[in-house]
């Protein structure tokens, strides 16, 4: 009899153990209709979200970072081409250079740098990612309330939550459930390239003031009577602190702000 594989607490390892689960998410990862050409899975653990993919790509590249699951793995998917399993850290791959899709059950203590390695991946095309579900609902805006990283690149990648998953589905059993988001790159970006940058000193802008008023943040950059002008086209109370600023005010202060430089400009 084959001996259980130990969880490596180091690797953050908690399996996903529910077929219908991964069927799940597997279905959100690749709409129904859709057939990704080149899928990268981060953690494929045992292969029970691998499966489930596998079925909807012309390519799968499944990478596994604990060394004592890849032989099973490898076993497991012999006979299917299109999947290859990649031993290693998924931090240490180049992102293809034609367009792909990641999914995964991410490991919760390594959720920051992965979802940094796909924003930075320039053919992604999109994400779905098993994460904590509070930072799932922190990074979409579940909350009522918006992360500097959503804000930032808003612009060029849209963030949903699209599903929770109860901890028992995992094993071991995680403290907290988990929560599935998806992150899309904009076929077309909501702002032009040249403005990107503008785009993105203005939310640091805001995001770096004491006390958390966007409203004090920019006037350290732009008039008041400018400031309090575009509050108003963007229909913002001066008081607003700046995580409850949606990306839809956001793009209306960027708009007036922007339209201000110009005319000084001129």
Known sequence: MARPTHVSRTLSQNFLADHATAEYVARLAVPQGHHVPLLLEVGAGKGALTAKLAPHCHELHAHEI????VPKLRT????????????????????????????????FSRTADIVDWCLRAPTLTDATLLTQLEYARKRTGEYGSWTLLTIRGWPCHAWRLVGRVDRRRFSPVPRVDAGIVRIERRRTPLLAP???????H?????????????????????PRRRV??????????????????SPDHWLRLHQELASWKRCRRT
């Not at 604990?66 to 699951?69: C, E, G, K």
């Not at 309090?228 to 600023?245: I, S």
């Open 66 to 69: 604990d060394p004592r699951l």
């Open 76 to 107: 497991r998917f012999s006979s299917t081409p299109h999947v290859h399993v990649v031993a290693g850290d998924f931090m240490d791959t180049r992102p293809p250079r034609t367009p792909f899709a990641v999914a995964g059950n991410v490991p």
């Open 194 to 200: 040249a403005e990107l940058g503008d785009w993105r």
């Open 202 to 222: 203005l939310v640091e802008l805001g995001f770096s003031g004491v006390g958390g008023s966007l409203h004090a943040s920019l006037r350290r950059a732009h």
């Open 228 to 245: 309090d002008t575009a509050f108003r086209a963007a229909h913002l109370d001066p008081r607003v602190l700046v995580g409850e600023v």
